[in-house]
């Protein structure tokens, strides 16, 4: 980092935003098995690729502002209300719009020790003061969270199911935290993993409906396969989804992602398909790696978080994984040194996980 410029200076807390480091993709210029950024290792649905090369016909033209396709496709899948949907480049976008209309400097961010990198950026960039909630056993507490709230806290950020854990936070224990918070608090529901609980679990969309001070946020980069077109939405209350359109850009997203995005959505054959075998492959890889010694939280994602016996241990496993041409995540920075997070890959990429594990595991005793 440069020295700060004299005078011309960022607002507060844009320094010390450490830059999010992403998944890597390659080792040593040779492409890798990656199963770090909990991508869908069968792809998007074959309506998504089609629609998007369709799109190529209409590139001069500016996209539709108010997603009214893509809303509709979301609601008629959710069974949500159109008008309380609000659609953005990743979901990220929307955690940033979050930060930006409900925070700022002096007010206070909540998100939990181990949780998503992002919350920690977005309430930074919007110069609002991060606090830090510790966890049980990688395990969100909302005890916790509610005996860390002051009349400063405007937004508390919580991924259900988790990452980099995939613990998932009980529907009553999350109605409770809604319940508890102070009265200038929104409390954001992340339901990137919501996919992958099962068909009836709704990430928190109920409460939403229920409650006036719970969002959820929702995206196409998991499940549907669509990381690389960054398409992202959210669900709210009609006061904060009017207060976030009006810091959106109008042309946030573009005509090929909105297409790619309703096709991949209204293919719910693909997702149900793709959350089977996801479920089956997690399964196994989990059961595979307790038998060699090394147990995970039951995920309820699509990667699960494998607990070594030291941070020594966790770095020479990794080590050995790229040896295999495997690349997952460290996730040092998330306060778990002695853990891997590993994507579920497909059934085969599972069992080139487990075949390089085994043999680490074989060569330590
Ligand atoms: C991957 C992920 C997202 C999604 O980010 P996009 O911007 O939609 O790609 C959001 N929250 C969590 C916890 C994630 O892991």
Redesign the pocket.
């Known amino acids: 980092m440069s020295e700060p410029h004299p005078t011309i200076r960022p607002r507060p807390g844009i320094l010390d935003i450490a830059l999010y480091v992403g998944g890597e993709s390659r080792l040593a210029g040779r492409k890798a098995l990656k199963l770090s950024?909990?991508e869908n290792p069968y792809g998007p649905s074959p309506r998504a690729i089609e629609a998007f090369h369709a799109a190529a016909a209409d590139l001069a033209l500016y996209p539709d502002s108010g997603h009214g396709a893509l809303r509709r496709a979301i609601s008629e899948t959710h069974g949500l209300d159109p008008e309380r949907i609000i659609c953005g480049?990743?979901?990220?976008?929307i955690?940033t719009f979050l930060a930006q209309t409900y925070a700022g400097e002096g007010d206070e961010v909540i998100y939990t020790e181990h949780g998503?990198g992002?919350y920690r950026i977005v309430a930074l960039a919007a110069s609002a003061t991060p606090v830090v909630v510790a966890e049980r056993e990688r395990r969100v507490d909302v005890d916790a969270i509610l005996a860390a709230c002051t009349d400063r806290t405007r937004l508390v950020f919580l991924?259900n199911p988790?990452?980099p854990t995939g613990t998932l936070l009980a529907e009553e224990e999350v109605r409770r935290l809604a319940g508890g918070l102070p009265a200038a608090a929104l409390l954001v529901v992340?339901g990137?993993?919501a996919e992958f609980v099962g068909a009836d679990f709704d990430g928190a969309a109920g409460l939403v409906d229920a409650r006036d001070n719970v969002v959820m946020?929702r995206?196409?980069?998991?499940i549907h396969g669509l990381?690389g077109l960054?398409?992202?939405w959210g669900y709210g209350p009609r006061h904060v989804i009017e207060a976030l359109n009006r810091v959106r850009g109008p042309f946030n997203l573009s005509g090929a992602a909105l297409a790619a995005a309703e096709a991949a959505i209204r293919d719910t054959a693909h997702t149900e398909d793709c959350r089977a075998k996801n479920a089956e492959n997690r399964a196994r890889l989990a059961a595979d790696l307790t038998a060699l010694g090394i147990p995970s939280d039951p995920s309820e994602a699509n990667f699960i978080l494998a607990r070594f016996s030291s941070t020594a241990e966790a770095e020479a496993c990794d080590a050995a994984l790229r040896d295999a041409g495997i690349i997952v995540r460290r996730v040092a920075g998330y306060g778990l040194p002695h853990c891997l997070r590993i994507t579920i890959g497909d059934a085969e990429g599972c069992a080139r996980v487990t075949q390089a594990i085994r043999a680490f595991a074989g060569a330590r005793v």
Do not use: W
């Open positions: 950024s909990n480049a990743g979901s990220d976008e955690l998503f992002m991924a988790a990452n992340d990137a993993y946020t995206t196409f980069s998991k990381g960054r398409v992202g």
